[in-house]
């Protein structure tokens, strides 16, 4: 433990010194947008790759770009006025689970890599609630899906979507851009 702030201060000179200069050399991406919807109603979401997030060969593991996914649908949800808790409060409460989930896998992400995860809520059929979802390096896409949920009760029993939430969805949130 260092007792008179030499060692450590030292430490964290160089690390800020390092980052000015790499930054100056544009070796360092900028800070991370905000996470938002845009003028087409997709939501946007920002995910840093971890190496938690990576096999052995240094590539995201195929199965965590599901979870990013997931992270980007509960966002979209979110940021909707939806929330996962506020399901559960109801005096009728609900969730969601997904049923289906097709993805295409077109490039490979890699430790440090900034993605955006679009999510675009397509609507319903059924009682199925529809959403497309594309990862993003830069302007390249890295993996597209398909995702159909479907809202149960809290026994996980199936349900028909809320009326009220799917109508809030398809007037103010539904994906209205080029697909």
């Not at 995860?117 to 497309?132: D, P, Q």
Request: hydrophobic share 40%; charged share 25%; net charge neutral.
């Amino acid at each position: 433990m260092d007792q008179g702030g030499g060692q450590s201060a030292i430490f964290t000179s160089c690390l800020v010194g390092r980052r000015a200069g790499l930054l100056k050399a544009g070796m360092i991406e900028s800070p991370e947008p905000p996470d938002a919807f845009d003028a087409d109603r997709q939501h946007w979401k920002t995910i840093r790759v971890y190496y938690e997030d990576t096999d052995f060969t240094g590539m995201v593991y195929h199965a965590n770009y599901l979870r990013f996914f997931e992270r980007g649908r509960s966002d979209f949800l979110r940021d909707a006025g939806v929330s996962h808790q506020s399901l559960l409060v109801r005096d009728d409460p609900a969730a969601f689970t997904i049923i289906k989930a097709e993805i295409d896998y077109k490039a490979a992400a890699q430790v440090d890599d900034l993605l955006r995860v679009g999510t675009r809520y397509t609507g319903t059929k059924g009682a199925k609630i529809l959403f497309e979802q594309t990862c993003w390096r830069g302007d390249q896409v890295i993996a597209a899906a398909a995702i159909v949920a479907v809202q149960i009760h809290t026994d996980g029993r199936p349900r028909r979507p809320i009326p009220d939430i799917t109508a809030h969805l398809d007037a103010n949130y539904r994906f209205r851009g080029r697909p």
